[in-house]
């Protein structure tokens, strides 16, 4: 250590200072969905007399986190002097400056093009396989059909043979929100295209693929959500915490919630024909939040316990189609039962099971309705006890984390949590003291 010789006696520091230098990868890693990602496929399906013609996929492999409307916008950057003459199933935001064209006019002329969704209703003939979905991603775990989008793009002044080819590079994926970063194009193995019929496979010329990966701490912004908690051996429900997604005195907000109690005024902006989803219109409550989960616990039985989930909407102004809630509690490996909702198990660490993604029914409660008498969606699930470690003390019955569409929810802080009564812990108990008294009654009955 000649440069540093403070670092003979700070090992931790030199590794941190060794990781911040040498570790210059862009992807992030979510414990949650550790292999999730959002994989951008470029293919060359054939060669013209200019350049060639590629097909551009976007998978959504990430198992909880979707693309909601406006969409995705797909971005790059040209190596040499690139050109876009038509785009099927998809189109450019801008076309730049063609003024040097004088008879045709591509599509686009910018030497960093991107390219958007097309939405349903798209002619056929501007239509191309799995595109017209408004930019819209479903996750992988939810709906694998709707995960994919995909456009056609045709490139002039690229060369005409294979080798002189140059792949586009500095992909962007942006969407409503920010927090994508995409990595560097990488030669992959080759892409298979089946036939309608199924009686014909071709192979794409060339295949590059890219790998945008999400980064809550990149988006660095405040909760989109918050948990509230109750039991049956409680009287108190604990509320979501005070300003957990915004306050309502805050300069921001100003003017942006709407008490639910003035009947007149809410009913004239319900019904006005005003955008929906631009500018969130939320409840006046104490936490600010669009949207609130509530977990109960239900009842507590001889082998089994019972939680009621429900998800809140307090946002005048928006549905969310196919929502999801991913929670984490440690007896999700003994769920038994599930009502009115889709469940499937994450189990990111492996063999532990202690991670779950919840979402509605197709055409039940996938879409959560805006504030209202139906801006709610609730379940219920039916655990199995583990003897070894079930508890209702210390707030064992309440989730340690809960997600709301990717965005990780605003918890109570633990000594706030519903409490045990004093000298009676479960239901059981007191369900053996009443099988007692009845015994004792009996035999005073008897001996009388």
């Not at 990149?218 to 429900?237: A, D, G, M, R």
């Not at 003017?255 to 024909?273: M, R, Y």
């Not at 219109?281 to 509530?294: A, D, N, S």
Request: aromatic share 14%; with cysteine.
């Amino acid at each position: 250590m000649f440069f540093f010789p403070f670092l003979n006696h700070c090992p931790c520091m030199l590794m941190f200072l060794l990781f911040t230098l040498f570790f210059t990868s862009t992807e992030a890693y979510d414990p949650l969905d550790p292999n999730g990602n959002i994989t951008i496929t470029w293919d060359v399906v054939s060669l013209t007399s200019d350049g060639y013609v590629a097909v551009v996929t976007i998978n959504n492999f990430q198992q909880y986190r979707h693309i909601t409307a406006p969409g995705w916008f797909v971005g790059w950057s040209w190596v040499e002097k690139e050109i876009i003459w038509a785009v099927v199933g998809g189109e450019a935001t801008d076309q730049g400056d063609c003024s040097e064209f004088t008879e045709t006019f591509p599509h686009c002329c910018k030497k960093d093009p991107t390219i958007i969704d097309l939405h349903p209703g798209t002619p056929y003939n501007k239509q191309f396989a799995n595109c017209c979905k408004g930019g819209v991603l479903r996750t992988w775990a939810q709906d694998p059909p709707n995960a994919v989008a995909a456009f056609q793009v045709s490139v002039g002044r690229a060369g005409n043979n294979k080798t002189a080819i140059i792949a586009p590079q500095n992909f962007t994926l942006k969407t409503p929100g920010p927090g994508y970063t995409c990595n560097q194009p990488k030669i992959a193995e080759l892409t298979e295209f089946t036939s309608p019929n199924e009686r014909r496979v071709t192979e794409a010329i060339l295949t590059w693929k890219v790998t945008c990966t999400y980064s809550q701490f990149l988006v660095q912004k405040p909760p989109n959500c918050c948990v509230s908690l109750s039991s049956f051996y409680s009287e108190n429900i604990v509320p979501c915490p005070n300003c957990s997604c915004a306050c309502q005195d805050n300069s921001f907000q100003s003017g942006s919630c709407i008490d639910s109690s003035n009947s007149s005024n809410l009913a004239s902006i319900v019904n006005s024909p005003g955008e929906k989803g631009v500018e969130p219109l939320v409840e006046c409550t104490r936490h600010m939040c669009p949207i609130k989960v509530h977990w109960h616990i239900k009842y507590n039985y001889y082998e089994y316990w019972r939680v009621k989930i429900t998800v809140f909407n307090f946002n005048y102004r928006k549905n969310y189609s196919d929502w999801n809630v991913v929670v984490q509690h440690p007896n999700f490996d003994k769920l038994t039962q599930i009502f009115s909702y889709n469940y499937k198990s994450l189990a990111p660490y492996g063999s532990t099971n202690d991670t779950v993604m919840l979402w509605g029914v197709k055409f039940f409660n996938d879409v959560l309705m805006q504030a209202g008498p139906n801006g709610n969606v609730q379940s219920e699930l039916l655990f199995r006890k583990n003897k070894s470690s079930f508890s209702f003390r210390s707030g064992w019955g309440f989730p340690e984390k809960i997600y709301f569409n990717g965005d990780e929810c605003s918890m109570p802080p633990p000594d706030a949590y519903p409490r045990l009564p004093n000298g009676c812990s479960t239901q059981e108990v007191s369900l053996l003291a009443l099988m007692m008294t009845s015994f004792i009654l009996l035999l005073l009955c008897t001996y009388a």
